[in-house]
């Protein structure tokens, strides 16, 4: 797998408050922030380039709002161009709130895998650093479980296909921190703007 080289006592320092303020998903009219409704749960994803990724999941039915931030990493409520560096450990994440009872998390967890390429390591396509790597962060055992066996399966199927091993990493959730307000539904704004985002073409073996 590939795993950031940055440690806790060599991560940048970062800040005590977020630069991200409160607002609206510009697509779908909910706050992105909590509390959310009763019922919804969260998922977090890295799949590359968080532009693009967060318009993959806010298409879908069943996802309540969704956000980009950063998560991953040591670095306390990052700035974009510190996430760059590399220097934070922090990966660009899509923060995904969804109704369970519309959108299973394994659906979630197989969009995932379909619209990116996970063999690729610390890049995604034209997208190169540690803050583009394949990542699943799970917030519970049940998500932890499903998140690996849906590895191990997707895994099977790109070898098969004859792609290089997979370099996600399915972690722990730690803090998700909110990236700035200008990053949020970047793509809802600017409709022509850049998506380097792309699957294998593999899909995800039923049981």
């Not at 697509?27 to 969260?42: A, Q, R, S, Y």
Request: hydrophobic fraction near 35%; charged fraction near 15%.
């Amino acid at each position: 797998m590939a795993k950031s080289e940055v440690s806790r006592e060599t991560a940048l320092p970062g800040r005590p408050k977020s630069p991200f303020r409160q607002g609206l998903h510009k697509v779908k009219k909910t706050p992105i922030t909590p509390p959310f409704p009763e019922g919804m749960e969260v998922a977090l994803f890295g799949l590359g380039c968080f532009w693009g990724a967060e318009r993959v999941f806010w298409l879908l039915s069943g996802v309540h709002t969704t956000a980009v931030g950063y998560s991953g990493g040591f670095t306390p409520h990052p700035l974009y161009e510190e996430v760059c560096s590399g220097l934070t450990g922090h990966n660009e994440t899509v923060q995904v709130v969804f109704d369970p009872k519309i959108l299973a998390y394994e659906e979630l967890v197989c969009v995932f895998f379909e619209n990116h390429n996970p063999t690729q390591g610390f890049r995604q396509g034209n997208d190169i650093g540690t803050q583009y790597r394949s990542g699943i962060y799970t917030l519970n055992d049940d998500q932890h479980s499903i998140a690996l066996d849906s590895l191990a399966s997707y895994r099977a199927a790109l070898l098969s296909a004859g792609h290089p091993e997979v370099t996600t990493e399915v972690l722990p959730a730690g803090p998700f921190y909110f990236a700035e307000n200008y990053h949020q539904q970047y793509l809802a704004d600017n409709p022509q703007g850049y998506c380097g985002l792309g699957g294998t073409g593999v899909t995800m073996p039923t049981a």
